[in-house]
T-cell receptor
């Protein structure tokens, strides 16, 4: 069965420090991988996505993620965190859903990022 | 473009009441879906649609109905609300041209069932 695991429920980093959020997935085929960010009271916004090609993907707001097939991982990184990065981050995998042409995005449970001054 | 819009933003219902959550998108996306978000569980797919007149169930469809009469609109109906349906509901849309592409999310509807 397809699944996404984000092992850290919450992480606290100091402003200016580097960040890495972990994500592991389980999916039999080539995955479509996403990272979304959700600020309090807001909907989800796409940070970056991986479909194929270069395994290091650049996203918005200075984020990047690296796809490692051997580890079934898609970790999100940022070299220097800003206070405005405090939010909840969701890793997700896109999978085909039945034979009706539909697909679904399976989300991890999320990692809440706290940034301290 | 307004993107994906949802109404209402907040709603309180009593057990057994019915209501419809509205969702609209102006990006001409074929694919629309409804998710619910509960603490510690990420987002779970309720129903989805791949085009006008075509809908299908997701992971947690019980207690919810949908219809898709136009490309733009995808309402979610709760026929008889239950406290277990207290959640935040997100509508999303995307283009099917690439098979499984970026989803654009609405701002959400926070529903409380007493």
């Amino acid at each position: 069965a397809q699944s996404v695991t984000q092992p850290d429920i919450h992480i606290t980093v100091s402003e200016g420090a580097s960040l890495e959020l972990r994500c592991n997935y389980s999916y039999g085929a080539t995955p479509y991988l996403f990272w979304y960010v959700q600020s309090p009271g807001q909907g989800l916004q796409l940070l970056l996505k991986y479909f194929s090609g270069d395994t290091l993907v650049q996203g918005i707001k200075g984020f990047e993620a690296e796809f490692k097939r051997s580890q079934s991982s898609f970790n999100l990184r940022k070299p220097s965190v800003h206070w405005s990065d405090a939010a909840e981050y969701f890793c997700a995998v896109g999978v085909k859903w039945r034979n009706t042409g539909g697909f679904k995005t399976i989300f991890g449970a999320g990692t809440r990022l706290f940034v301290k001054a | 473009n307004a993107g994906v819009t949802q109404t209402p933003k907040f709603q309180v219902l009593k057990t057994g009441q019915s209501m419809t959550l509205q969702c609209a998108q102006d990006m001409n996306h074929e694919y629309m879906s409804w998710y619910r978000q509960d603490p510690g569980m990420g987002l779970r797919l309720i129903h989805y649609s791949v085009g006008a007149g075509i809908t299908d169930q997701g992971e947690v469809p019980n207690g919810y109905n949908v219809s898709r009469s136009t490309t733009e609109d995808f309402p979610l109906r709760l026929l008889s609300a239950a406290p277990s349906q207290t959640s935040v509901y997100f509508c999303a849309s995307s283009s099917l041209l690439r098979g499984t592409d970026t989803q654009y999310f609405g701002p959400g509807t926070r529903l409380t069932v007493l």
